[in-house]
């Protein structure tokens, strides 16, 4: 090429098709369908193609605003600055409360969350607990039962006041929100005591126009296993069922929408958590527009900005390897930063089996750190803007979720829905068929159902206030999230929404293994196919470790009857014939034969065409990619442990 002659590399190579994109994988997958091979059916309920280009965008909205302009899909600021929070528990001691605020403001923390006694709640206690602490450099939230809020808001408007604060420019929140207290407590509650609740707190903070004081906190469904698009469509549903109730109150439309803050939870999905929030924004705003009237347009379109708190979600913690938390909640805070949330709580890695320590609040502060000073995440706004794959991804989440939102108004609105139990019915459906996608490892959770830590002893460590320093309760917990409030008082109770984590059921087969006289051994009888005996081997050994066995994989035997002699010297209780299909028909009769009425558990690993005539032998356990691993497990632990 000459010196003076240019590289057009849009002149040099033709433009190519989407359909020739798609006619090229077509013939790469040999005969094999496309849909079904390489377009994902989302849990979220729609589908995600295995490409997208620049045609993909057009018709858009998502596309058509800039950030920190309506419908705020890119954002609700021109920066991408966020408030790093970090719970405390203030419930019984306002002066050591106090000093660990001090303590973590001195460390980078910028929003700081009180959990607050109704019973303790004075002026001095609130003087006490905010000592120190400079109102207008930090945010300031707390969580405390609905009835106590309007005292509260008071208390606050007084202290400040007296500080010299200018109570306008404070920011942080109250977090009132009785429907949370009707799906965690299952009080039953009128719509007119709901209402009553919000709304004479809003009123109490009428001179904190900074601080959202109702709390829409879809966390909870987010903790219970909801997925994306579920908890936005309920989150919208429940900030809407509020909007109406204030306004109704007599309440302006735009006080209503800025006394809102969603909380809500972080899942592990990364791009899908990236879509949801910007979704959300859109969709938000689309629904406080719909509040309008002649008088305050602008500043309804104003107070249409979504205030979003997100919570790296408990559901995808463990136990067991949990410094793998640490990868979780990390990958969540990065999709929550990216998607331009306005303050990110992270989870302390070891809440699943302790009271967080010193070490795992340090590393969850520096985890946004990080992200700030070092990744400079915090300097750019929106960087998902113009990505094919992101744009179509928010518009697919934002259309599921209206329409899920859509039928929840046509079907009497959230605080309908909660009264009557549907959404905690829909919420159990939703979990047992997500920890059924856990036990089939559809779902994978590393460290718990794939690949484990095979050595790895957790009986010891877990203590009995782990669970403890959640953004809604600090120092209150039980199996059914209790927050703190109001008890039912004898008042019909409502069912309850269901909480577990994905991997506490195979915590629980590991422990109850822990916890046996005798650890079970699986020995690996290897033979045959080389390349078929080694892939099946490290297989069994990983199925085999989820329920905390001891496994002994092996290079190979010459015959069967060496095989079986190594593993009853190594004291094997199971022993798994690892070996090739065409192999098994031979090699499985000849292991059984010898094994038969022994106390050995015999397993053979994969499902071959002759598994029917195996059957027929008495042969009756296979282990293979199709298998239930936690059914199967469970029913190994039944015949080993009982022994």
């Not at 990110?344 to 809440?351: G, H």
């Not at 469970?634 to 015949?639: A, I, T």
Request: with cysteine.
């Amino acid at each position: 090429m000459a010196d003076n002659e240019k590289l057009n590399l849009l002149a040099d190579f033709a433009p190519v098709s989407a359909q020739q994109w798609k006619d090229k994988i077509i013939a790469d997958l040999k005969g094999a369908d496309f849909d079904k091979k390489l377009v994902w059916r989302t849990p979220e309920g729609f589908s995600v193609q295995p490409f997208y280009r620049r045609e993909d965008l057009k018709g858009l909205k998502t596309t058509v605003s800039a950030p920190g302009q309506f419908p705020y899909v890119r954002g609700t600021r021109s920066n991408n600055e966020w408030l790093i929070r970090q719970n405390i528990c203030a419930c019984k001691n306002a002066r050591k409360a106090n000093a660990k605020a001090l303590e973590v403001l001195n460390k980078g923390i910028t929003s700081l969350g009180f959990c607050l006694d109704k019973d303790k709640l004075t002026y001095h206690f609130i003087k006490t607990l905010l000592n120190g602490i400079y109102a207008p450099a930090v945010a300031i939230n707390f969580s405390i039962c609905a009835c106590a809020a309007p005292k509260l808001a008071n208390i606050l408007v007084r202290y400040y006041g007296r500080m010299g604060y200018d109570t306008k420019g404070l920011v942080g929140s109250i977090n009132v929100d009785p429907i949370r207290n009707m799906l965690l407590k299952g009080k039953a509650l009128t719509r007119e005591q709901v209402s009553a609740k919000i709304a004479e707190t809003v009123k109490a903070a009428k001179s904190l126009p900074g601080y959202r004081v109702v709390g829409v906190n879809s966390v909870i469904l987010n903790n219970s296993g909801a997925y994306a698009a579920q908890e936005l469509a309920y989150a919208l549903a429940w900030g809407a069922e509020y909007m109406t109730m204030l306004t109704e109150a007599g309440i302006p439309n735009y006080r209503a929408a800025n006394a809102i803050r969603f909380n809500m939870g972080i899942g592990g999905n990364y791009f899908m958590e990236i879509a949801k929030f910007r979704a959300g924004r859109l969709l938000w705003a689309k629904i406080v527009e719909a509040y309008k009237d002649p008088i305050f347009t602008t500043a309804l379109r104003n107070a249409a900005k979504m205030s979003v708190s997100a919570e790296t979600s408990r559901f995808n913690m463990t136990v067991f390897d949990a410094y793998v938390n640490l990868l979780r909640t990390q990958t969540e805070t990065m999709s929550a930063a990216l998607a331009g949330v306005d303050e990110i709580t992270v989870t302390p890695f070891d809440i699943t089996y302790e009271r967080p320590t010193d070490f795992s609040e340090r590393i969850a502060r520096n985890q946004q750190l990080l992200l700030k000073e070092e990744a400079h995440f915090d300097k750019v706004v929106d960087p998902a803007a113009g990505s094919y794959y992101l744009e179509n991804l928010t518009a697919s989440i934002a259309a599921e979720a209206w329409k899920q939102f859509l039928d929840i108004q046509e079907r009497g609105g959230m605080y309908q829905l909660v009264s009557e139990g549907k959404v905690q019915e829909h919420m159990e459906a939703n979990l047992k068929a997500r920890l059924q996608d856990v036990a089939r490892r559809k779902e994978v959770l590393l460290g718990s159902n794939q690949f484990p830590n095979f050595t790895e002893k957790a009986g010891k460590k877990i203590k009995a206030d782990a669970g403890a320093c959640s953004s809604i309760c600090t120092c209150k917990t039980d199996k059914k999230q209790a927050a703190c409030g109001c008890a039912n008082n004898g008042e019909a109770c409502l069912p309850t929404l269901p909480v577990a984590r994905a991997a506490e059921e195979f915590e629980a087969l590991r422990l109850e293994t822990e916890g046996a006289k005798k650890q079970p051994i699986a020995f690996m009888l290897t033979i045959g196919n080389l390349a078929m005996r080694i892939a099946r081997a490290q297989f069994s050994c990983n199925f085999l470790a989820c329920a905390g066995y001891k496994v002994i994989d092996n290079n190979g035997f010459a015959t069967i009857a060496e095989g079986i002699k190594a593993a009853r010297k190594a004291k094997a209780d199971i022993i798994v014939l690892c070996s090739s299909d065409d192999e098994y028909a031979d090699l499985a009769p000849k292991a059984w034969k010898k094994l038969q009425g022994k106390k050995e558990l015999f397993i053979v690993a994969g499902a071959p065409a002759c598994m029917e005539d195996l059957q027929k032998l008495g042969i009756q356990n296979f282990i293979h990619v199709r298998c239930n691993v936690l059914e199967t497990l469970k029913s190994f632990n039944q015949q080993l442990l009982k022994k």
